[in-house]
C-alpha cells in the first residue's frame, strides 16, 4: 500500500511524544479505512460507525504496537474485529441490501471519474453481484485486491490458516463469476469487475486511479482450488509435493487399484518428487467426513450435492456446534435438532469402517459397500467421497478443518435461517433418567448427554445404571460394574456402557448408533419406521428375544428399549428414558468417579442383549 511509510513515520513520530502526529495519522488513515470497511459491509452508515470506532481504538493501544512497519495490517484488523462483532450483536438474518443510493455517496467530481469507464448497467450488476456475497468474503477480496496484502498477511489478520483463506478468495471469486456469466459476460469480466467496485468504492478519485488487479492477485494456489473445486462433478489437478508441504496441509490420492493407504504414516505424508493426481468420482454427491480425534472417535459431516443445472450446494453440515439443512427450493437453512440419516433407513457408513463391520452390514442390509481400509489414528483428518464409494476418495490432514471454510459452510448470502431446535438442543447438552425392567431385574439410572462435539470437549458423557444389586458406571475414560458396597467387579474400556444409547456428540444419529453398536457386537437388527415416519424402531435379533428401540427422528433420542419373547411374542422388559434441559454436574446424583488404572478389557457381547436375556451381566 502506498501510503504505508507514511503511516510507519507517524507512527515512529507519536513514539517520540509528537502529539500532532497522532490528530494527522488519524487524518490520514480515514479515508482508506473507509474505502476498506465500506468494501465488506456494504452499509454507509455501518461504515462510518466501525471507522469512527476503530480510529478511536487505534489512538488507545496505539502503544501496544511492536512494529511500526505492520500498523496497516493491524489496523485492519482491529476494523475487521469490530464488523465481525457487529455481526455476532445484530441479527445475522438481516443482510443489508445496497441500494443505488447507498452507491451515491462521493463527490460529483468522483462520480464523473466514472461515468465514462463502464456502463450503469455493469455497475449495478457489480453492486448487486458484491452484494450477494458474504461479508468474509468481501473482506479477503478487498485485503487481496485493493490493500495489496498476501495470503499470509489475511491469514494474520483473520485469525486463520492460510489455506482457508485462499478457499474463501476461490469462493468469493467462483460465485462473482458465475453471477457475471448469468448476466452474460465471458469469463474476462472477473478482473474488470474487481477493478469497478474498487473504483467506486475507493475514498477519492486519485485513489480510484491507482485502482489495478492483475491476474496474479486473483490466483489461489493449486491445493486450494482443488479444495474449492471438489464439489463439480469432475476436478483433476496435479500437485507437487513441495506445494503439498508448503501449504501446511496433505492431499493423497488412493493407491493404485484403490482404497485408502492402510499404512499411511502418523507423522505426516512423504511423497516422492513428482505429482500426486487427485480426481473425483462421477456422482451426484460427495461426503465430507472429518475425525478430530482420529479414526476412532467422533466425525462432522457435510454433504455436498449436485443439482440437474450442475451446480453444487452443501445439503447436509454436522459441525461441532449444529446441524444444518439447506432446502434449495425455498432457499432456507434449517437449524435441526437431529443429525442427518439416510432416507432408506439404510445405515450410515464411514469411510473409516473395518472390513468386518462393512461385510456384516453388507450381510444386514443386502448391499455392497466397500470399506475405506484407513487405518490411520491421528486426529485432524478429512475424508471426502463420492456418493457412497468408502473406498475411493481423498484425504486433506488439516491441524484444525472445524474452524475452516469446509464446515463453516457459507451458503447464499441471503439465505434465511430458521432454526428447529427445542430448548434442549440449543442449549446442547441434556440429563436423562432412565426406569423399568430388565430381565426380572428394576433397573434405574441416570446420565449425562452432550448434544454436539463443541459441548463434549467442557461437559462429557456419563452414565450410571443400577440393575438388581450392581451397577454399571461409565465417564467415558473407563467403565466398571460396581456392587452395592461400592467394590469394583470388574472393569472395561471407556464408553463400554454407553454402548446402545443414545451418543449424538458422535456425529450420527441415535438410528446409526445404536445399529451400529449392534454391528460391532455381531447383534442382527431390522429398522423401520413407525408413526408416520416420525419415530423408527430398531429390532435387534438376539436368538431367544428381541430388543426394540423406539428412537424419536426428530429429537435424535431414544424414547424407550423393551424386550419381546420371540416364542410367544410377550413382553418380558421394558425401559423408558426422559430427558432434560436441567443443568448437570456429573458428581451428582451418586455418580461415583472411577479411579481405575487402565482401560479395562472389552466386552464381548453388548451389555443391554446380556441383561436382557439373563438378568445380569456377564462378567467375561
Known amino acids: ?278 480426481e473425483t468420482e462421477d456422482e451426484s454427491y460427495e461426503q465430507w467426513h472429518f475425525f478430530p480425534e482420529g479414526t476412532d472417535g467422533p466425525v462432522m459431516m457435510r454433504v455436498i450435492r449436485i443439482d440437474d443445472a450442475q451446480q453444487a450446494y452443501c445439503q447436509w453440515l454436522q459441525n461441532d456446534s449444529a446441524n444444518y439443512h439447506y432446502e434449495t427450493g425455498s432457499g432456507s437453512v434449517r437449524i435441526a435438532n437431529h443429525r442427518s440419516y439416510n432416507e432408506d433407513l439404510s445405515v450410515r457408513r464411514l469411510p473409516t469402517d473395518s472390513a468386518d463391520l462393512t461385510a456384516f452390514l453388507n450381510q444386514i442390509e443386502g448391499r455392497n459397500v466397500r470399506a475405506g481400509r484407513l487405518s490411520n489414528e491421528v486426529g485432524g483428518l478429512l475424508i471426502i467421497t463420492a456418493g457412497e464409494r468408502m473406498d475411493r476418495g481423498r484425504l486433506v490432514r488439516n491441524y484444525d478443518v472445524l474452524q475452516e471454510e469446509h464446515f463453516r459452510y457459507g451458503w447464499p448470502g441471503r439465505a434465511s435461517k430458521i432454526d428447529q431446535r427445542d430448548a434442549m438442543h440449543v442449549q446442547g447438552y441434556c440429563r436423562f433418567t432412565v426406569a423399568g425392567e430388565l430381565g426380572g431385574q428394576a433397573v434405574e439410572g441416570s446420565g449425562f448427554v452432550p448434544l454436539y462435539y463443541g459441548v463434549s470437549k467442557s461437559r462429557p458423557a456419563w452414565v450410571s445404571i443400577r440393575a438388581g444389586e450392581v451397577s454399571m458406571i461409565d465417564d467415558g475414560e473407563a467403565a466398571a460394574i460396581v456392587d452395592a458396597k461400592g467394590d469394583v467387579l470388574a472393569t472395561y474400556a471407556g464408553g463400554t456402557f454407553m454402548r446402545g444409547l443414545a451418543r449424538p456428540w458422535m456425529g450420527l444419529h441415535t438410528v446409526d448408533t445404536v445399529r451400529r453398536d449392534s454391528a460391532e457386537y455381531k447383534t442382527p437388527f431390522e429398522t423401520r419406521f413407525v408413526d408416520g415416519r416420525t419415530k423408527a424402531e430398531v429390532v435387534l435379533k438376539a436368538g431367544d428375544i428381541e430388543i426394540v428401540y423406539r428412537i424419536d427422528m426428530q429429537n435424535d433420542l431414544v424414547e424407550s428399549v423393551a424386550v419381546h419373547s420371540v416364542t410367544d411374542g410377550r413382553r418380558t422388559g421394558q425401559l423408558k428414558f426422559a430427558y432434560s434441559e436441567q443443568e448437570a454436574d456429573s458428581s451428582k446424583d451418586g455418580f461415583v468417579r472411577l479411579r481405575v488404572v487402565g482401560s479395562g478389557k472389552h466386552r464381548e457381547s453388548l451389555w443391554l442383549v446380556d441383561l436382557a436375556r439373563d438378568g445380569k451381566l456377564r462378567q467375561q
Open 1 to 278: 500500500m502506498e501510503n504505508e511509510n507514511l503511516y510507519t513515520e507517524l507512527v515512529l513520530r507519536i513514539r517520540r511524544g509528537d502529539e500532532g502526529a497522532r490528530q494527522r495519522l488519524a487524518a490520514c488513515v480515514r479515508g482508506p479505512l473507509q474505502a476498506y470497511v465500506y468494501r465488506i459491509t456494504m452499509r454507509d452508515d455501518l461504515t462510518q460507525d466501525i471507522v469512527q470506532e476503530s480510529i478511536l481504538e487505534m489512538l488507545k493501544i496505539l502503544g501496544k504496537l511492536n512494529e511500526a512497519d505492520r500498523f496497516w495490517p493491524w489496523l485492519c484488523k482491529i476494523a475487521l474485529n469490530k464488523v465481525r462483532n457487529h455481526h455476532r450483536i445484530q441479527d445475522r438474518r438481516k443482510r443489508a441490501v445496497m441500494s443505488k443510493a447507498d452507491m451515491q455517496r462521493s463527490s460529483e467530481s468522483y462520480r464523473n471519474a466514472l461515468e465514462d469507464l463502464v456502463t450503469e448497467e455493469f455497475k449495478q450488476i457489480v453492486r448487486s453481484t458484491m452484494d450477494m456475497l458474504q461479508p468474509k468474503h468481501r473482506a479477503v477480496l478487498s485485503m487481496r485486491c485493493y490493500e495489496d496484502m498476501s495470503y499470509a498477511q489475511i491469514a494474520e489478520i483473520m485469525d486463520s490458516s492460510e489455506l482457508n483463506v485462499r478457499l474463501m478468495f476461490y469462493r468469493g471469486k467462483k460465485q462473482l463469476q458465475r453471477h457475471l456469466s448469468r448476466q452474460g459476460f465471458g469469463r474476462g469480466a472477473l478482473l474488470s469487475a474487481l477493478v469497478v467496485f474498487g473504483k467506486m468504492t475507493a475514498p477519492d478519485t486519485a485513489a480510484a486511479a491507482g485502482i489495478a488487479v492483475l491476474p496474479s492477485t486473483v490466483k489461489v494456489g493449486a491445493i486450494a482450488a482443488a479444495i474449492g473445486a471438489l464439489g463439480t462433478k469432475t476436478a483433476v489437478i496435479s500437485l507437487s509435493a513441495a506445494a503439498v508441504i508448503t501449504t501446511g496441509a496433505i492431499v493423497a490420492s488412493s493407491p493404485s487399484g484403490g482404497g485408502f493407504d492402510a499404512q499411511l504414516p502418523a507423522a505426516g505424508f512423504e511423497a516422492q518428487a513428482g505429482a500426486v493426481r487427485i
